[in-house]
């Protein structure tokens, strides 16, 4: 996969990417990580990527004319319908459909070209919407400063999913959301850390017994915690 993110603050990126399993999915080239600064795309004196809304109200508007240029630069053209196949361009936007496990698969499978646009500022011209963007994406309630953290999110996210990009060590197969509750509690060495003991039934070698434990302690964090992810109502 290729992912091109379009940013007004490249700087951000710089060294997100190098570490870990996305650091692992770049050198075996499972992925391949460009960053753009959008500014780079003005073609007016001040480099200018915002303006004042029309209609008026308070704070600036992303303009779309950088925007369609650095996508028409990356794809060759900018018409949604003229799009090579497995392209997405996606607009990070508190306005967007929420990004869940289930999305992150989705783009794993089907995307081979993946854009994302960062936006910033109290919006951007929805002519992007209209004509570039295939999917708008949020990663969650609450109020970032700009789509920056969550394209960062949303590439970790994907990247981890791509075909041999988890160690042996990993499997995505186990992973808290897959199985729809969350993860059990976890203990290492020492058996008593601090006065601490690790729970008895994880030192007895007793693997039905510790099967039974974890999917118990799972379930109570999951209805302590995210009842949300259980069938069973807001009750
Ligand atoms: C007053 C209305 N606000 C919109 C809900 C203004 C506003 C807040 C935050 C406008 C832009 C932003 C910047 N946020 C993002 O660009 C963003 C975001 C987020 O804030 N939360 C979760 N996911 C995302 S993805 C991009």
Redesign the pocket.
Known sequence: MKVDVLTIFPEFFREVFDFGIIRRAKLAEIVEINIFDIREFTTDKHRMTDDRPFGGGD?MVFKAEPIFNAVEHLLGTCERENYPPKTKVVL?????RV?KQEVAKEFADEIENLILI??????VDERVNEALVTDE???????????E???IVVVDAIVRLLPNALGSETSAVNDSFSSGLLDYPHYTRPAEFRGMKVPEVLLNGNHAEIEKWRQQKALEKTLKFRKDLLNIGES
């Open positions: 704070g990070l936007t508190p306005q967007g990004f960062c936006g910033r500022y109290e919006g994406i949020s990663i969650g309630d609450y109020v970032l400063s700009g789509g953290p969550a394209a």
